[in-house]
């Protein structure tokens, strides 16, 4: 795990949140020769011209994800710090970015991590870990890709 610093220009002075496709860009430039997936974590907020934020944001089988900490905290919405609450949205939302990155869609099941989460709360109600036909296809484009 390497920190680096926020991407120049990332910042929505309007907005006030960075925007997420500019720090995936710049995760992207800098993959290492050996990595097989990254996974960026920002702690901020992110946004998308066409969302008011995003958890996270990640190339649909590509190589790079990122993830959002501000809003998985409950300071954000107002509330007393939970931390293992904080790391278990955390767990959950890198795994469906990566999820992603590994060329998986959004799952219909409600309990399924690949499920989409628009607010905390979703986040909250999925389960932390891929139904069988999210891992399934998990399986199999990871088998294939290290072949
Ligand atoms: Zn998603
Ligand atoms: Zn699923």
């Known amino acids: 795990m390497r920190p680096r610093a926020v991407p120049a220009g990332s910042f929505?002075?309007?907005?006030?949140?960075?925007?997420?496709?500019?720090?995936?860009?710049?995760?992207?430039e800098e993959v290492p020769d050996d990595a097989g997936k990254v996974l960026g974590v920002i702690d901020e907020d992110l946004c998308i011209p066409i969302l008011t934020f995003v958890f996270g944001e990640a190339q649909l089988g590509g190589v790079g994800a990122v993830v959002a900490l501000a809003r998985l905290r409950q300071e954000f919405h107002g509330l007393d710090p939970d931390e293992p609450l904080f790391l278990e949205?955390?767990?959950?939302e890198c795994l469906h970015e990566l999820g992603h990155a590994y060329g998986l869609i959004h799952c219909h099941h409600p309990e399924c991590v690949m499920y989409l989460s628009n607010?905390?709360?979703?986040?909250?109600?999925k389960g932390r870990t891929m139904c069988g036909a999210c891992s399934d296809i998990l399986l199999a484009r990871t088998k294939r890709s290290s072949s």
Do not use: G, M, N
């Open 89 to 92: 949205r955390l767990h959950k």
């Open 119 to 125: 607010t905390v709360f979703d986040v909250d109600r």
């Open 12 to 28: 929505d002075e309007k907005r006030k949140q960075y925007v997420s496709t500019k720090i995936l860009k710049a995760i992207i």
